[in-house]
């Protein structure tokens, strides 16, 4: 089974920190519904005729768009693929845009999981993130996909602010524990070239976080999700049993994916495929026949790494039996050398003929996978 993900890029303003592609003019809104459906039915067949296991709208915002607009694209999905085993489908939401008409409305389209931007519930750090909901907005929208029986509930997290202490970190972590949101994904606050955060830090006026400070959240991060029931699957995300992300899981398993609209990615074994980041080109493409799409054939090589960086992030890690009839046995025997270090200094786990990162090994997992790729 495979996945569908779904770009929509509207955003109503733009956060400090973000390099993801999005547009803040609406006017794109009907053109872009019509190109994505319409995209939809042109490279449908890139799955391989699959059914979907699971549906993912991510953005920007998808939470922009209006009933009327998930009626069109449900409509097409239903028409072009087998959706009747797909367990999963995710809406990504702002809270403020999170009303008791607008999560009313959700439950007339398939939709099961939610997943929303929170970052912080200090009301100093949304406004740095220059976010448009404030605390009292990201609690109320929780309680509200509640009692419209959207109970699977993921949140996002930001942590490694300018400034930002321990306990100021622990006092999130154990209000969204109290909140008892049954999936949150955390990640460190990067300073990506081009966004308005990385300017503020060339300008010399907000210092990132130190490395020992990073480090403390990141160990605060896990032992109390860890300890409140959480399973940390995958280096940023935690979840309760039974509710990991099955969409977020096929990335990192290896299952193949169809991405539409705008800088959306593609991924079916063979091939990754990205549209173009502009929405006025995306939408030009699409409407005289020839999208902009670019191709990269994933050669031997190039699959064994992706196995490396994709298994080895989460708590399944990398088959070694599946190295060898995958990859051949030069490549089983490259990363059993190359892992051998890591395996006698504890970095790494050799469990039923499988590594995965311990505890220790996830501190510095980005130098552990670099060491297993294929040069």
Known sequence: MAGLYIHVPFCAKRCLYC????????????????????????????????????????GGTPSQLQATDFE???????????????????????????????????????????????????????RFLNRR????????????????????????????????????????????????????????????????LY?????????????????????????????????????????????ISRHNSSYWTGKKYLGAGPSAHSYNGESRQWNVSSLPAYIRGIESGSPEIEVEELDISTRYNDFIITGLRTMWGVNLTEIQGQFGKDKLIYCQKQAAPYLKQGLLIEKDETLTLSRNGIFISDSIMSDLLWV
């Open 199 to 243: 300017k503020l830090k060339e300008a010399g006026k907000i210092s990132p976080v130190e490395e020992e400070v990073s480090v403390s959240l990141f160990t605060s991060l896990i032992d109390r999700l860890t300890a409140n029931g959480y399973l940390h699957y995958e280096i940023s995300n935690f979840a309760r049993p039974g509710m």
């Open 133 to 196: 909901h404030d605390r009292e907005q990201a609690l109320r929208a929780v309680e509200l996909c509640k009692e419209n029986d959207l109970s699977n509930i993921s949140i996002d997290l930001i942590y490694g602010l300018p400034g930002q202490t321990l306990k100021e970190w622990e006092s999130n972590l154990d209000r969204a524990i109290h909140l008892d949101i049954p999936h949150i994904s955390a990640y460190h606050l990067i300073y990506e070239e081009g966004t308005a």
């Open 72 to 126: 069109r694209i449900f409509d097409a999905i239903q028409r072009l693929f087998d959706i009747s085993g797909c367990k999963e489908v995710t809406l990504e939401a702002n809270p403020d845009d999170m009303t008791p008409e607008y999560v009313a409305s959700l439950r007339t389209f398939p939709f099961n999981r939610i997943s929303m931007g929170v970052q912080s519930f200090k009301a100093e750090d949304l």
């Open 19 to 58: 390099d993801f592609f999005s547009n803040t003019e609406m006017k794109y809104k009907e053109p872009y519904v019509t190109a994505l459906i319409r995209e939809l039915e042109i490279r449908k067949d890139y799955i391989g005729n699959e059914p979907l296991e699971t549906i993912y709208f991510g």
